[in-house]
């Protein structure tokens, strides 16, 4: 969040700048495309803060009724592996709303649920978010891979866990 806010404080700067006089846009020699140019960051950034919130928000709900409906007494262990570049990069993987590890090429992550449902993702993925279901006390292997097929897909179950819809993931942790 602080990015975020860091940003519009940037294109508050750009447009004080260019209503000044006394900063022009580089290149143009401008000061009024550099207020041009701070208008539409300060656009994009309020849109990247509250698109932030409501994945918060989302995330925290998704949480609650996990907590509430759909906790399991002893934890289920969940395998990601990945094997496809950049292989430098290692992608920050979220289980839950929480970030459980990065995951490097060539690599495997193991995680530990106590929730039947459960969601995965990666920020940095399109189409990022993945729902599945395991059976109590025992074991999954998920993998990330490059995204496949018309939906994009990044995750795939290799064993011991069920891809469900976002609907049902919310309706069944609601009413489970």
Same mark, same amino acid.
């Given at each position: +969040?602080?990015?975020?806010i860091?940003g519009?404080i940037i294109?508050? !700067? =750009?447009?004080?700048?260019g ?8 290149g143009t020699?401008?000061s009024?495309? =550099?207020?041009i140019f701070g208008?539409g960051?300060?656009?994009?950034d309020?849109?990247? %803060? ?6 918060k928000?989302e995330e925290?709900e ?7 409906k759909?906790?399991f007494e ?6 990601l592996t990945?094997d496809?570049s950049p292989p430098?990069m !290692?992608?920050?993987?979220?289980l839950n !709303?929480?970030?459980? $590890?990065?995951l490097?090429?060539?690599s495997? %992550? ?8 459960n969601?995965?993702?990666s920020?940095?993925l399109?189409?990022n978010?993945?729902f599945? *279901?395991v059976?109590?006390?025992k $074991? &999954?292997q998920?993998? =990330? ?5 018309k939906?994009?897909?990044c995750? *795939?179950?290799?064993? $011991? &866990?069920?891809?469900i819809?976002k609907?049902?993931? +919310?309706k069944?942790?609601? *009413? &489970?």
């Amino acid at each position: +969040m602080g990015g975020h806010i860091f940003g519009i404080i940037i294109s508050l !700067g =750009l447009i004080f700048g260019g209503l000044s006089g006394q900063f022009v846009l580089r290149g143009t020699n401008s000061s009024t495309a =550099l207020v041009i140019f701070g208008v539409g960051f300060l656009i994009y950034d309020i849109f990247r %803060l509250i698109s932030y919130q409501k994945i918060k928000a989302e995330e925290k709900e998704i949480l609650e009724n996990l907590k509430k409906k759909c906790s399991f007494e002893s934890p289920c262990n969940i395998t990601l592996t990945r094997d496809f570049s950049p292989p430098i990069m !290692g992608f920050p993987i979220f289980l839950n !709303g929480i970030q459980v $590890g990065k995951l490097k090429n060539k690599s495997t %992550l193991s995680i530990i649920t106590n929730y039947k449902k459960n969601i995965i993702y990666s920020p940095f993925l399109p189409n990022n978010k993945f729902f599945f *279901e395991v059976e109590e006390g025992k $074991g &999954a292997q998920l993998h =990330l891979t490059k995204p496949k097929g018309k939906e994009k897909k990044c995750f *795939e179950i290799i064993s $011991g &866990a069920k891809e469900i819809s976002k609907e049902d993931f +919310m309706k069944n942790s609601v *009413e &489970a």
